[in-house]
């Protein structure tokens, strides 16, 4: 059974940090792309940070210069560090992982991140 599980959201003040963890079963994850995607109320969900198989990476505007995306094959799972954290970044961000080809792709149920004071 495929799963990805994202953990690691919740509330945090303006300029804090939060590492958010996608843990993956059921599928051979070091062969797919995972990427974080977030949507935030009434918004469209946007993609935040993508990192390849090969673990090349690519980042959002809104995202650059202040996350982080990694992967430990040996864990199956993907972080996303997040620093200097905006109340624009309040979403659910959401684990997605893609095979090559885009031919299976699979998400996860999602974590809620508020940045409030």
């Known amino acids: 059974q495929v799963q990805l599980v994202e953990s690691g959201g919740g509330l945090v003040q303006p300029g804090g940090s939060l590492r958010l963890s996608c843990v993956a079963s059921?599928?051979?994850?070091?062969?797919?792309?995972i990427l974080w995607y977030r949507q935030a109320p009434g918004k469209e969900r946007e993609l935040v940070a993508r990192?390849?198989?090969?673990?090349?990476?690519y980042y959002a505007d809104s995202g650059k210069g202040r996350f982080t995306i990694s992967r430990d094959n040996a864990k199956n799972t993907v972080y996303l560090q997040m620093t200097s954290l905006k109340p624009e970044d309040t979403a659910v961000y959401y684990c997605?992982?893609?095979?090559?080809?885009?031919?299976?792709?699979?998400w996860g149920q999602g974590t809620q991140v508020t940045v409030s004071s």
């Open positions: 990192i390849s198989s090969g673990a090349s990476t």
């Open positions: 997605n992982a893609v095979s090559a080809g885009l031919r299976f792709q699979y």
């Open positions: 059921g599928f051979t994850f070091s062969t797919y792309a």
